[in-house]
């Protein structure tokens, strides 16, 4: 494994809606991880960017084990590696100047 790599991965959470909006408190709590999307009958699309696959599959089971959580699915598991001065530190990708006006 590199050690200049980026796993992204994104999932499916399902909860009991009426505890949407505890459950997405604790599920941002976790390092590295956003929810992009929720429905009203308690999904939530979560993507959580990190440097350790195991740190995925952690918070994949952390998340399974909270309170009214129903399943958590992995839908998508990407690794960047091999990564250049292109990435920031903020961990964002900087568009390389000379495809600016291409993009």
């Known amino acids: 494994m ?11 959470v399902h909860a ?3 505890h949407l909006s505890v459950i997405k408190q604790q ?19 979560v993507v ?10 952690d918070t994949i089971d952390a998340i399974n ?13 990407q690794i960047e590696s091999d990564l250049d001065d292109e990435v920031s530190t903020t961990g964002k990708i900087t568009v390389n100047s000379t495809l600016e006006g291409e993009v």
């Open 2 to 12: 590199s050690l200049n790599e980026v796993h992204i991965s994104s999932l499916v």
């Open 16 to 18: 009991v809606p009426e």
């Open 27 to 45: 599920i941002e709590s976790f390092d590295g991880a956003e929810i992009y999307g929720e429905s009203e009958a308690g999904k939530l699309v």
């Open 48 to 57: 959580i960017e990190t440097r350790n696959q195991g740190y995925i599959t």
């Open 65 to 77: 084990q909270l309170e009214h959580v129903l399943s958590t699915a992995l839908v998508f598991h």
